[in-house]
């Protein structure tokens, strides 16, 4: 059986259990070393075979797949954070259906929910924003005209980009242009590994920090007002708001 799945942001504890037990029983393991911690390979079983896939491409990763499950064994292919965010899974699982290899893909966190619990915040407030846009601006891989960044900010939603910080001046110019006001930004560079860093700033003055901070790579652009805003409580919790499991007053159904 091929195991796809979700490493969590960087925190090998971040896992989930059921990734862990596949990790823990796999005969082979193709990891995403460019980005998954090697930590994570600790608690695989002495003697599996292990291949990082940083210098493979999508035919030696198939073969590694086709071979193992040739000779019966179990193959966890480990992603980053959640593997169906810019996992590049889905040509993988098109060549095994090919092949009629059966897998099973394990969730993970992602490192947009991880970098939001770094600064302990809430992407959905009442009264702010009830919509999450996950997003990246063109890099060597084009996006489609009509999710241009400019036209995404412009809806006013929380946003969790990925892939661009090395292209800040980009990204603030299209979302200045886009929200048509200034916005609360935060930079979760390595959200949860052990030297992850954060910056906060606005369109203003983000672009100069994250150059003055050096980072180029691995980090989260958080934007919106979900940042630093006034928000309205949550209906779910509010004792004159009765609901299915609650009536009036906090009673229990
Ligand atoms: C190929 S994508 C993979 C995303 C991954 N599937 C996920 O759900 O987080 C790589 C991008 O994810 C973001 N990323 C991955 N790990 C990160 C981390 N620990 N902290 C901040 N950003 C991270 C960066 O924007 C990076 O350029």
């Not at 893909?105 to 846009?133: D, M, N, R, W, Y």
């Not at 980009?161 to 980009?170: N, R, T």
């Amino acid at each position: 059986m091929i195991y796809i799945v979700g490493a969590g942001p960087g925190d090998v504890d971040l896992i989930t259990v059921k990734g862990r037990d596949a990790l823990s029983r796999a005969d082979v393991v193709i990891y995403a070393g460019s980005l998954v911690s090697p930590a994570h390979l600790e608690f695989c079983k002495e003697g599996v075979e292990k291949f990082n896939s940083a210098s493979m491409t999508l035919e030696d990763v198939i073969e590694v797949m086709k071979r193992a499950t040739e000779e019966g064994k179990d193959v966890v292919r480990l992603h980053t954070g959640d593997p169906a965010i810019y996992g590049a899974i889905k040509e993988q699982m098109d060549e095994l259906d090919k092949l009629n290899i059966e897998y099973t893909v394990v969730p993970g966190v992602s490192s947009c929910t991880a970098a939001a619990a770094a600064i302990k915040k809430e992407f959905t407030l009442p009264g702010v924003t009830q919509t999450i846009i996950l997003t990246r601006v063109e890099g060597r891989t084009p996006v489609p005209e009509t999710e241009d960044l400019e036209r995404l900010a412009s809806v006013g939603a929380s946003m969790a980009i990925f892939l661009s910080i090395s292209m800040i001046e980009k990204v603030v110019d299209k979302l200045r242009r886009g929200y048509g006001k200034n916005v609360p930004i935060a930079i979760v560079e390595r959200a949860t590994w052990e030297n992850e860093r954060v910056i906060f700033g606005t369109l203003d003055d983000i672009a100069e920090k994250v150059h003055e901070a050096g980072i180029k790579k691995q980090a989260q652009i958080l934007v919106g007002d979900f940042i630093d805003c006034e928000y309205e409580k949550s209906k779910l919790y509010d004792k004159d708001f009765t609901h299915m499991f609650r009536s009036s007053h906090g009673k229990n159904k």
